[in-house]
């Protein structure tokens, strides 16, 4: 989309949805990355790149970001874009939990707040708009969201998110590594 965007000189728009984490069940873990029970998909990599001037350099899950507990919450993800030459994008945000993360019920934990890391430094706190010059990247952290006191997760579920990565290092101490607001 690029050559399209400087041969034509017309402005875009694009809204893009990243998910974070749903919250915990009373019997199951949460959902990772999704907007479960609303049904608003993500924006897939593949169509933003091919429609927009915008890279997504990395997506994956983040782990930590869940909150804690006897049923552990959904991941959130970790989104990376970038302005492609010649094109600035303006990112306009309206996006909640950065500073309060979603709690936990039942004894569970809280999540992980949501932020965002602008590579030139600049504030921007998932509210209002920042823009992004060519090479620039703009990376979004979205919140995780437990369910039930760490201490009544089974050992087992337990061992398999250290072993996948899912929790940090810390959450056996019943910390939330990962999950702060910074």
Known sequence: ????????????????????????????????????????????????????????????????????????????????????????????????????????????QAGACGRFEHSAGTPFSGKGSCTLRPGERLTVFTPGGGHGPLAARRPERHARDRRDGLIGADAASGGTAGNGDD
Do not use: C, W
């Open 1 to 108: 989309m690029k050559g399209l965007v400087e041969a034509t000189g017309q402005p875009f728009a694009a809204e893009l949805v990243f998910n974070g984490g749903t919250g915990a069940r009373p019997s199951r873990d949460g959902l990772s990355a999704t907007a479960f029970p609303s049904g608003v998909m993500g924006s897939l990599v593949e169509i933003t790149e091919s429609t927009t001037p915008i890279l997504v350099t990395r997506r994956e899950l983040r782990p930590g970001s869940s909150g804690p507990g006897e049923f552990r919450g959904g991941l959130g993800q970790v989104i990376e874009i970038e302005a492609l030459p010649g094109t600035p994008l303006v990112v306009y945000g309206t996006v909640d939990r950065v500073h309060f993360p979603a709690r936990g019920r039942a004894g569970g």
